[in-house]
């Protein structure tokens, strides 16, 4: 089989006979709790939106490592940054022996983050780590024990974190009991709302819900904080009417309930703005990062106001890894990048990936919705227009027909029927036009 279309180069049928024998051998020795790609296909280098596997075969990435490559990869200021402190300073844990990278970087994500006021930040490993910490500095500064999360809504797989999260299967099954005093209510679904109700009355209904929430479920005087996503991610790219994010918002500071943001996914250039909070009227006192922050190495970060930060006793916050100084000089050179022109490219790619969308949606029946900001887009696949119910295997057949074709696509959402482009913000046009060319097609292959 051979496939050459600009940027894609298709030599070997797929997988490649080294990726095949690297697939046995991860059966043989990786958990099988550890998902397995669908398309079998093992990478051994990559370079701004492409990816180049084992067997020689070049493909276009739109999934960007799940978010965490918005400097494309081996991006040369992460690069070159990352090496030059591996060469001075791999690791030294700083609480232990303290060093110039950590407080750098703490430095630069409170002068970039949308709090007012004076604020700190603390460093850790993961997303999932993120979010747990940002409960624990809010829960210590409050002496409260609620917290409040969004379904469907997305925060990791480690215990607090997975009890925050919507979906079950495969995430929550079977690792219970969860963490207590955790809360979850529903972001008002627009598109799946009752026949003859207008969108802003089903904005209304979820605020008036919400309220009655309140009153019901867990008093506002219990909650330390409410942790959302400014657009949920793994729930499916659905973004929260602006309407009730500002309510929430309200809400928060009417009670004294610390609100957290989850950049995860939407931070760093990903909307078209540094972070997603910036674009839906969220006023947060936390933010979590990781993913981009540091375009892919393991690093996470909470920043809020500083009275909220120092509440943690010393010691209360921090990790061997956290804020490793090599994952930190890559994050001071993805922040470099992507103020250096990268957020006005991720408009203009959402603004063509929009477009091309809306032409998507007009030509094949099954798609029941496009929808997402900047370079955040997703489409919803349905076995219906009407009934809206999710069509989860010709979504997986689109996956898999693009990925035969040089294309990488990542799903999404609580049915698994939503498509979604995480691509590095470095894309040309041309690459994201035989991007989406590839995904027409295997679109057109399933209708």
């Given at each position: 089989?051979?496939?050459s279309v600009?940027?894609i180069?298709?030599?070997?049928?797929l997988?490649?006979?080294?990726?095949?024998?690297?697939?046995e051998?991860?059966?043989?020795?990786?958990?099988?709790?550890?998902?397995?790609?669908?398309?079998?296909?093992?990478?051994?280098?990559?370079?701004g939106?492409?990816?180049?596997?084992?067997?020689?075969?070049?493909?276009?990435?739109?999934?960007g490592?799940?978010g965490c490559?918005?400097a494309?990869?081996s991006?040369?200021?992460v690069?070159?940054?990352?090496?030059a402190?591996m060469e001075?300073?791999?690791?030294?844990c700083?609480?232990?022996?303290?060093?110039?990278p950590y407080?750098a970087?703490?430095?630069?994500?409170?002068e970039?983050?949308?709090?007012?006021?004076?604020?700190?930040?603390?460093?850790?490993?993961?997303g999932?780590?993120a979010?747990?910490?940002?409960?624990?500095i809010?829960?210590r500064a409050?002496?409260?024990?609620?917290?409040?999360?969004?379904?469907?809504?997305?925060?990791g797989?480690?215990?607090?974190?997975?009890?925050?999260?919507?979906?079950t299967?495969?995430?929550?099954d079977?690792?219970g009991?969860?963490a207590?005093?955790?809360?979850?209510?529903p972001?008002?679904d627009?598109?799946?709302?009752?026949?003859?109700?207008?969108?802003?009355?089903?904005?209304?209904?979820?605020?008036?819900?919400?309220?009655?929430?309140?009153?019901?479920?867990?008093?506002?005087?219990?909650?330390?904080?409410?942790?959302?996503?400014?657009?949920l991610?793994?729930?499916?790219f659905?973004?929260?009417?602006?309407?009730?994010?500002?309510e929430?918002?309200?809400?928060?500071?009417?009670?004294?309930?610390?609100?957290v943001?989850d950049?995860?996914q939407?931070?760093?250039?990903?909307?078209?703005?540094?972070?997603?909070?910036?674009l839906?009227?969220?006023?947060?006192?936390?933010?979590?990062?990781?993913?981009?922050?540091?375009?892919g190495?393991?690093?996470?970060?909470?920043?809020?106001?500083?009275?909220l930060?120092?509440a943690?006793?010393?010691?209360g916050?921090?990790?061997?890894f956290?804020?490793?100084?090599?994952?930190?000089?890559?994050a001071?050179?993805?922040?470099?990048?992507?103020?250096?022109?990268?957020?006005?490219r991720a408009?203009?790619?959402?603004?063509?990936v929009?477009?091309?969308?809306?032409?998507?949606?007009?030509?094949?029946p099954f798609?029941g919705?496009?929808?997402?900001?900047?370079?955040m887009?997703?489409?919803?696949?349905?076995r219906?227009?009407?009934?809206?119910?999710?069509?989860?295997?010709r979504?997986?057949r689109?996956?898999?027909?693009?990925?035969?074709r040089g294309l990488?696509l990542?799903?999404?959402g609580?049915g698994?029927?939503?498509?979604r482009?995480l691509m590095?913000l470095?894309?040309?046009?041309?690459?994201?036009?035989?991007?989406?060319?590839?995904?027409?097609?295997?679109?057109?292959?399933?209708?």
């Amino acid at each position: 089989m051979v496939l050459s279309v600009g940027a894609i180069a298709i030599k070997t049928a797929l997988p490649g006979p080294r990726s095949r024998a690297l697939l046995e051998q991860r059966r043989r020795w990786v958990s099988a709790g550890v998902a397995e790609a669908r398309h079998g296909i093992f990478f051994e280098r990559a370079e701004g939106a492409l990816l180049v596997d084992v067997d020689g075969n070049q493909f276009l990435d739109f999934g960007g490592g799940i978010g965490c490559l918005n400097a494309g990869h081996s991006a040369p200021r992460v690069l070159d940054r990352a090496r030059a402190q591996m060469e001075k300073l791999q690791h030294a844990c700083f609480m232990v022996a303290p060093y110039e990278p950590y407080v750098a970087l703490a430095r630069k994500l409170c002068e970039i983050v949308p709090i007012p006021g004076a604020t700190k930040a603390a460093l850790f490993t993961s997303g999932a780590e993120a979010v747990e910490n940002a409960v624990k500095i809010a829960r210590r500064a409050t002496g409260r024990p609620a917290v409040l999360a969004f379904d469907p809504g997305f925060h990791g797989r480690t215990l607090l974190a997975l009890t925050l999260t919507s979906k079950t299967t495969p995430y929550r099954d079977g690792f219970g009991p969860f963490a207590p005093e955790v809360y979850r209510f529903p972001v008002p679904d627009v598109l799946r709302r009752p026949r003859r109700t207008g969108v802003e009355e089903c904005v209304e209904r979820g605020i008036a819900d919400l309220h009655r929430f309140l009153k019901s479920n867990v008093s506002p005087a219990s909650i330390a904080c409410a942790v959302v996503e400014p657009v949920l991610g793994e729930g499916g790219f659905i973004v929260p009417p602006r309407a009730f994010l500002l309510e929430l918002g309200r809400l928060c500071k009417q009670h004294g309930i610390v609100l957290v943001a989850d950049e995860v996914q939407t931070g760093f250039g990903r909307t078209g703005r540094m972070f997603g909070c910036e674009l839906g009227g969220l006023e947060p006192d936390l933010v979590c990062l990781a993913k981009s922050l540091s375009n892919g190495f393991p690093l996470s970060a909470v920043v809020g106001r500083a009275e909220l930060m120092d509440a943690p006793q010393p010691g209360g916050l921090g990790g061997t890894f956290g804020g490793n100084p090599v994952a930190c000089a890559a994050a001071l050179g993805a922040i470099e990048a992507l103020e250096d022109g990268l957020l006005e490219r991720a408009a203009v790619l959402g603004a063509e990936v929009e477009r091309r969308f809306t032409c998507f949606a007009a030509r094949f029946p099954f798609i029941g919705d496009a929808r997402g900001v900047g370079a955040m887009r997703a489409l919803e696949l349905v076995r219906d227009r009407e009934t809206l119910e999710p069509d989860k295997g010709r979504t997986e057949r689109v996956l898999e027909r693009a990925a035969a074709r040089g294309l990488l696509l990542l799903s999404a959402g609580l049915g698994g029927n939503v498509i979604r482009t995480l691509m590095p913000l470095v894309m040309s046009d041309a690459e994201l036009d035989e991007g989406l060319r590839v995904l027409e097609a295997s679109l057109a292959e399933v209708a």
